[in-house]
């Protein structure tokens, strides 16, 4: 990606963060001039989407957070803005049954990112049902170059051993994911993109790989805990590997053994 294209969208995504609390301060400031502005304009639900228009603009709308977002946003704020009308007790059952369609719509081994089946039947030297013990846990073996998987209420664990990791896509929805990189290599720099909400991802990568973190997000964290993370003194062995995508609601935690 080119840096002025990229300093480009970072200026727009500030842009529109400034639109929206300007938008939100002039609703407080008339709210407490006593104009009269319906209850639910202050409410989690509208935050939700709020926060769904700023991740779709500043990514294109390309990812799928700001529909999850605005969907379970518009979804709670039917309940303020209809009078009489309870939709709350339903959202889980709503969202059990979408997920069950999707798996139907998609009956593929890794759900609805089933791209990836493709890119493996492709791939000759793609390991596939190999399991292998890592630290005590079994973590399925993965030597294709780029990284597809999606874990909806569920986890998954991979263990990548392609010596060209090219990166890839990591997408939860109230879900975890383990990815083990130490037997992974990198040839100058990858990157691999997030889609988290309510979720979590863990990467386990080399000491000496240099991390660049430009993942944004909503209450998330991205949290290096790797005893060597020197990323000045690492870029020296051309090992870049970066971090791009949202993360709302859930967190992304970085080790080494």
Known sequence: MDNNFRDKKRQEGRIMAGLILVGVGAALLLRNAGFPLPYWLFSWPVILILVGIYSGFKHNFRNNTWIIL????????????IPGIR????FWPVVIIAVGILFILRPHRHGWMSDRDDEKKNDPDAITGTRETVSGSSYASDSSDRLRLASVFSGVKRNIVSKNFQGGKISCVFGGADIDLTQADIQGSAEIRFEVVFGGVKLIIPPHWVVYNEVDGVFHGVDDKRKY????GAAGTGKVLTLRGSVIFGGIEIKSY
């Open 229 to 232: 993370n020197a990323t000045t």
């Open 87 to 90: 939709l709350a007790p339903y």
């Open 70 to 81: 605005m969907g379970i946003g518009g979804f709670f704020l039917l309940d303020r803005f």
